[in-house]
């Protein structure tokens, strides 16, 4: 019998603040819980505050030297700390340990407690590098997790990154253990940064077909986007059977966000969400630890995609179309959604169904088939 889903959360996790000038607003959060809170979403999750912060986990994935620098909090050009992406703050190493431990206990509370699924919508930092900060993340909270789940004895784990921007980061700490697959549906890294996530990198000597990348044209909407997904992330999750699905759900993919060119609505995120709980329910037991991530669009798109995400972890998703409440348009002003959803209805034609050579969608979709594919004992068709 499993117990109820989790939703790791705490005021303190808000303190992971760049400042009001920053493209990375704590109230992005705050705003998620309180529109969850305000629909009944959270009703159906148990909360549960973060452990303290804990030094030896932030050092099962970062060295020592880059630990103390953030702990001095002062400008580090070595370690990436004091530019303009990613500026000091106050207590900078105490609360980003604290996103820390919120991401592993949410893996805790999957694989040791009664709970199949949990969250830490403050989580998702991926661009985090062992020794430096780097696209607005100081400690990578998710790699420590997925870390921590390989040190309790899980055999395989598989990482989903749904955000615009490549999971670099997690994708380094794992370039060679073929027990962890990390999988990137992103834009393009010839127009986007970090630069990184091309359909060529599929993992390290020891690991090859670990790392799927998915390098999306700039333009994507809804049905091109899911047309991709559903043409690499099943096939390749089966392939490395996982017992713990981890995924990182960045809703800068929205064509409202002001930092990159996708084009997906609230209701194609909402289906990736759904489409990630049900693989995860087919695949790992239900097992599934899921983040936020990046989103930019703060008042319009990251509230509702992160009160869609914790409705679909807790078991009940929301109608795209379910109102708004009207005090949370009030204190978001003029413009306001007026529903959880864009209005638009999602479809997509599979791949399978037929490619498409003159199509760019298509052409990122194959270039990931074959590069892959094969080294996963799959057919990359067509």
Not at 216 to 228: F, K, N, Q, V
Not at 245 to 273: F, I, K
Not at 339 to 359: I, L
Request: charged share 20%.
């Amino acid at each position: 019998m499993t117990g109820r889903p989790v939703f790791v959360y705490s005021e303190a996790l808000t303190g992971y603040d760049f400042g009001s000038d920053h493209a990375m607003s704590p109230g992005r959060v705050r705003s998620a819980v309180a529109l969850a809170a305000s629909l009944g979403v959270l009703d159906a999750l148990d909360v549960v505050a973060p452990p303290p912060a804990d030094d030896a986990l932030l050092a099962t994935v970062h060295t020592p030297e880059y630990i103390e620098a953030v702990r001095r909090g002062v400008a580090d050009e070595r370690h990436g700390l004091g530019t303009s992406d990613n500026p000091v703050f106050p207590e900078m190493h105490e609360v980003s340990s604290q996103v820390v431990t919120a991401t592993v206990e949410a893996a805790r509370q999957v694989w040791e407690g009664p709970a199949r699924r949990a969250s830490n919508i403050a989580g998702g930092l991926h661009h985090a590098m062992p020794d430096r900060t780097s696209g607005f993340c100081v400690y990578n909270d998710v790699a420590v997790a997925i870390q921590w789940l390989l040190d309790q004895g899980v055999e395989r784990v598989a990482y989903v990154d749904v955000d615009v921007h490549h999971g670099d980061g997690v994708q380094k700490v794992f370039w060679d253990d073929p027990r962890v697959m990390t999988v990137s549906l992103h834009e393009t890294p010839v127009c986007l940064f970090p630069g990184t996530g091309f359909p060529t990198e599929i993992g390290g000597p020891d690991a090859l077909g670990s790392a799927v990348n998915v390098a999306l044209p700039p333009g994507t909407g809804d049905a091109g986007w899911l047309r991709a997904f559903d043409a690499v992330v099943p096939q390749v999750l089966a392939a490395h059977s996982p017992q713990v699905l981890v995924t990182q759900h960045g809703c800068d993919s929205h064509s409202h966000d002001p930092l990159a060119d996708l084009d997906l609505t609230l209701d194609g995120q909402r289906a990736s969400y759904v489409a990630l709980a049900n693989l995860a329910d087919e695949l790992a037991d239900g097992r599934w630890v899921s983040t936020g991530g990046g989103g930019y669009a703060v008042l319009h798109v990251v509230p509702r995609a992160w009160t869609h995400l914790l409705a679909v972890v807790g078991g009940h998703p929301l109608d795209p179309e379910t109102p708004t409440p009207q005090a949370w348009r009030d204190r978001i002003g003029a413009y306001a959604p007026e529903t959880m959803g864009d209005g638009v209805q999602v479809s997509f034609r599979r791949f399978d169904d037929g490619f498409n050579p003159e199509s760019r969608l298509d052409q990122a979709i194959m270039a990931t088939r074959r590069a892959v594919f094969p080294e996963l004992g799959l057919d990359p068709g067509f």
